[in-house]
């Protein structure tokens, strides 16, 4: 359990000092931005929420431009920003908890600082979900079959072995009392929203995801949140219950934010930070991220940067304690 302690103090603490930061600059032109993931996703919810509010409020000029660019759980846009446009004022990329767990893990093909990190808007819970049809009805049924039958089911996520995704679910199985945690079987894919498509149709049993990147098949009927694993209930889905609440104390946020080339200028950066800010204030955002089951937070420009490095560090910390990496 030390690693949970461990992220769930650093992750609590984001949220509760979360600040402000004003700057003044120039102001940026019209953009474009990656979600490295297929269309449904947590980053694909990023880049078109934000694209959008960017329009709406006239902070870019014209309409944003977003780009699914799947792959590697997003070192291949990583790679491609490295390599081809660290330079690009106008381009943003989302990133989150998740991207910069696969850095700690060595798993991207160019080192953290590759990238400048521009702004944290917010926090996605992680959940817990089996299929509406699934025979598993609650989160002490799913912890009685991972204790006993852990090969017996099929878990998936957003992340490969030792990402986010599985890194959380196995904090919940640890918590229940799963002694060797590498028993739990674990399938990959390039978004929540593909894991539940594939839950649905029968092939994976459970999937450890964010609320925002699958609220939809919850709205709709589709798939059973069995937990939420945050300190309380989550807004925007008061009646599901948190690990917490069914004796279970895990929490597992993802931050959601943004990052651009490492070679932009000082000006560039400066007024991507000041713009995101004012986004984030807006009546807009507040709304559209509470309404899809974030909780907003605000940390940008140097703050932000810092706050990347600590948890970079942090992942890589607990994917030792974990045996992913030696």
């Known amino acids: 359990m030390m690693f949970q302690r461990l992220i769930s103090a650093k992750l609590g603490a984001a949220i509760a000092t979360a600040t402000t930061l004003t700057l003044t600059a120039a102001p940026a032109t019209a953009a474009e931005c990656i979600a490295p993931s297929n269309p449904g996703g947590g980053w694909d919810f990023t880049c078109r929420t934000i694209g959008r509010i960017l329009t709406e409020l006239d902070l870019v000029n014209g309409n944003v431009q977003v780009t699914n660019m799947p792959g590697g759980v997003g070192a291949v846009t990583f790679a491609m920003v490295a390599s081809e446009r660290p330079a690009d004022a ?43 049809e699934s025979p598993i009805q609650t989160l002490a049924e799913l912890n009685e079959i991972m204790v006993n039958e852990p ?16 890194i959380r679910l ?22 929540g929203t593909d894991a539940v498509t594939q839950m649905m149709g029968g092939q994976i049993d459970v999937v450890s995801t964010d609320m925002g990147e699958i609220a939809g098949f919850v709205e709709s009927g589709d798939i059973r949140i069995l937990a939420a694993l945050s300190d309380e209930p989550i807004p925007a889905f008061p009646d599901i219950p948190t690990a917490a609440s069914q004796g279970i104390d895990v929490t597992g946020y993802n931050w959601r934010g943004l990052y651009t080339g490492g070679d932009v200028t000082e000006e560039e950066y400066a007024a991507w ?3 995101l800010e004012t986004l984030y204030n807006s009546e807009e955002w507040q709304t559209a991220a509470t309404e899809s089951g974030l909780v907003p937070i605000w940390r ?27």
């Open 170 to 191: 196995l904090m919940v199985a640890d918590a229940a009392g799963l002694t060797d945690l590498s028993d739990l079987r674990w399938v990959q894919f390039d978004g």
């Open 151 to 166: 090969t017996s089911i099929v878990t998936a996520g957003s992340s490969g072995a030792g990402g986010w995704d599985h």
């Open 273 to 275: 930070v000041e713009k």
């Open 90 to 132: 106008e381009l943003i990329v989302a990133t989150s908890t998740v991207g910069i767990t696969q850095i700690a893990q060595g798993r991207y093909p160019a080192p953290l600082d590759s990238m400048r990190y521009l702004a944290m808007l917010g926090a996605d819970v992680g959940v817990i979900a089996v299929d509406d």
């Open 300 to 326: 940008g420009g140097a703050e932000f940067e810092s706050f990347v490095r600590d948890q970079a560090q942090i992942m890589e910390d607990i994917s030792r304690d974990i045996g992913i990496i030696e």
